[in-house]
């Protein structure tokens, strides 16, 4: 492979470009209704606000954003999925290319977590997972350039605050990657003393608690809601000591089984296992706090808490382990001998849209099986036959009364579970089982 730059940038162009054609046509062409955590984004979306009942409010802005362009095409949020995916790709890119100084090595550490289940097989749904992709990269990247920077930039303290508070408000989980690297910059200034204090980096903090008043305002007014979801969601009411154990050990098996193909590639480039750390290398150092020491956090956090950690809740937090994997092993790294990781990378590529494509065709038990376009279909009908109104808001939970608000040519308005107060304040009303739509 020739090391040419401009061919390199090309080749990076070329595969993001086909990633997103791929993850975008394939879910089109071959799923009957939308993921249901799209569906749910969207229903929140109708009816925005600063949160939710499950999460914080930036996975529904972008995905109504999107509706208010395009209305419902279903292939539209697959594109936006992959939109996310492959700016993060982009920033793994750039920040690759300083770490190495080479742009090869800048590519491969890309294309070593296309393998990766979570930005291939899980990316057509679009969910507060993929949400977080880009700010998770972005912040990296920005923090990086705080870190590497000879002097401490106002506008790289802003955007690293800006882009924290922007995956914060996607996820909450988020704030395991800024707390590695918050302790990453605290052992740096006060432990080693080997950096000054500076008081631009307040400005992070600042801009980061001021870009959440809103959501945190929107907290308070609901009984912080998402938080009381969000550790329901993890068992931990239920826990015994006995969880203390199992989880941590199912959540470390769980995540070496979803990296086999990763290891698969990296052993076909490095092939002999060689390290010599040296904790010294402040670029190591880096690495290290931003891939192994997120994961580490929230390992402990199961084994002291005794909670259920879910396999998907890990999806931003691979996407620089192909950076530390190359920079590791990168005196193992024949740059003229790595044809045999092109023909492996060209195989996991294709390999896993081919499987999705299976899946989808094959199977009819799946969550993109709902058939959401003939509930709307019948739904409008039963409305028309009763009614001369206009159906303009639908209650129920998000993924079935989601589905009514996303394929009703007439968007109705999610607004919550069905509840005697609100059918009292609509003109006209009809319920279907658990889903009720209305006219105010």
């Known amino acids: 492979m020739t090391t040419n730059n401009k061919n390199i940038d090309n080749i990076f162009y070329i595969f993001v470009t086909s990633h997103l054609i791929f993850w975008t046509l394939i879910p089109s062409l071959t799923n009957h209704n939308l ?161 000054k204090f500076d008081f631009k980096y307040l400005i992070t903090l600042e801009v980061f608690l001021v870009a959440l008043v809103p959501h945190l305002i929107w907290l308070n007014n609901n009984e912080f809601i998402t938080i009381t979801y969000g550790l329901a969601r993890t068992g931990l009411e239920q826990s015994s000591f006995i969880d203390h154990i199992k989880f941590p050990i199912i959540f470390l098996i769980k995540q070496v089984g979803i990296l086999i193909p990763f290891f698969i590639l990296s052993w076909l480039l490095i092939k002999k296992i060689k390290l010599n750390l040296k904790f010294k290398d402040k670029k190591l150092l880096f690495l290290l706090a931003i891939n192994v020491l997120p994961i580490v956090l929230m390992f402990l956090t199961s084994l002291i808490t005794g909670s259920k950690i879910r396999t998907m809740w890990m999806t931003p937090f691979y996407l620089f382990f192909g950076s530390l994997i190359v920079y590791l092993f990168q005196a193992q790294i024949n740059l003229k001998k790595i044809k045999p990781f092109m023909i492996g990378f060209v195989f996991f590529f294709f390999l896993s849209p081919a499987l999705y494509a299976y899946v989808s065709i094959s199977k009819d038990d799946k969550r993109t099986d709902y058939p959401g376009k003939e509930i709307a279909i019948k739904t409008q009908y039963a409305w028309d036959q009763q009614f001369n109104s206009t159906i303009n808001v639908v209650l129920g939970d998000e993924w079935n009364a989601g589905n009514l608000s996303y394929h009703l040519k007439s968007r109705p308005v999610w607004i919550g579970s069905v509840n005697r107060e609100k059918l009292d304040q609509l003109k006209d009303y009809m319920c279907l089982d658990s889903i009720c739509v209305g006219s105010r």
């Open 35 to 195: 993921p249901l955590d799209t569906i749910e984004a969207l229903a929140w979306g109708s009816n925005l606000d600063w949160g939710f009942n499950k999460h914080p409010p930036m996975s529904a802005f972008f995905p109504e954003i999107f509706y208010q362009i395009f209305g419902s095409r279903d292939w539209v949020y697959y594109l936006l999925s992959q939109i996310f995916v492959i700016i993060s790709f982009y920033y793994v890119f750039k920040f690759s290319n300083e770490i190495f100084k080479n742009k090869l090595l800048g590519l491969i550490s890309v294309l070593l977590i296309e393998t990766i289940y979570f930005y291939n097989f899980t990316t057509p749904e679009f969910n507060v997972n993929v949400c977080q992709l880009p700010f998770w990269s972005l912040t990296v990247y920005y923090s990086w350039k705080i870190y590497s920077g000879k002097e401490i930039k106002f506008l790289d303290c802003f955007l690293v605050g800006l882009f924290a508070a922007l995956g914060f408000l996607s996820k909450y989980l988020f704030i395991y990657l800024l707390v590695s690297i918050d302790i990453l910059f605290i052992y740096l200034i006060f432990y080693k003393q080997e950096r």
